[in-house]
């Protein structure tokens, strides 16, 4: 394979259950492994600050109604920008609408050097992005054939379907189109190889040592 995907950990390195996800020791622990990158979420706290975590609630707490003290292990978005921005792929989810603003300045302030995305399943939160950036590169995230079919609809670069809604005769649809590909969450080598060799731009792995693994 001439051509390698985008080796990135889903969470960081979710696979590794000693080590929280969507923390900078996850992160950390992906990019030790091999990886490229990683993927990660952000949400907005009652704080408002933007913080990384996937869900929206946190040990019983409501992220968006929570102060900075009660979610003070989370990372903030400019934490992890700051940290890693110049040096790997960052693929940043935006969980939440009316952030835009925010994350789009956090990304002014810790102006990526290596490639990146920001990525969403919500279509008005990437419209939204797009009319606050020309150049922010977007990608829209879709786990059901009906979410798949809008990707002509939307002004993204990035066209991030999970592995099932995933084939050959999609990958080379979207290339002619000029839109990347990254799937996710591949887990099983074989998957990892059969999409490589379909010509995927990137895997999105929760197992971040397999997947390097299986490229090494």
């Known amino acids: 394979m001439p051509n390698l995907p985008l080796l990135l950990g889903h969470r960081g390195a979710r696979a590794t259950r000693s080590v929280a996800e969507n923390t900078i020791a996850s992160f950390d622990l992906a990019l030790k492994h091999g990886c490229d990158g990683f993927e ?27 102060t900075r003290t009660q979610l003070r292990n989370l990372p903030e978005l400019e934490e992890v920008l700051e940290r890693y921005a110049r040096r790997v792929f960052l693929d940043i989810e935006i969980k939440v609408k009316d952030v835009e603003s925010k994350a789009l300045a956090a990304l002014r302030a810790h102006e990526p050097e290596r490639n990146y995305l920001i990525s969403s399943f919500m279509p008005e939160v990437l419209m939204e992005l797009r009319a606050r950036s020309a150049t922010s590169p977007l990608g829209m995230i879709c786990d059901k054939p009906a979410q798949l079919a809008r990707w002509q609809k939307l002004p993204v670069e990035y066209v991030i379907p999970h592995e099932s809604l995933v084939s050959r005769e999609l990958i080379e649809e979207l290339h002619a189109a000029e839109r990347r590909v990254l799937v996710w969450t591949v887990n099983d ?9 379909w010509g995927v ?16």
């Open 201 to 216: 731009d990137g895997l999105i792995s929760d197992d971040t040592e397999l997947l390097v693994r299986t490229f090494s």
């Open 40 to 66: 990660f979420d952000v949400r907005l706290a009652g704080s408002g600050k933007l913080l990384v975590c996937h869900d929206p609630r946190v040990d019983g707490v409501t992220v968006s109604r929570a």
């Open 189 to 197: 080598k074989k998957a990892m190889l059969r999409l490589a060799e």
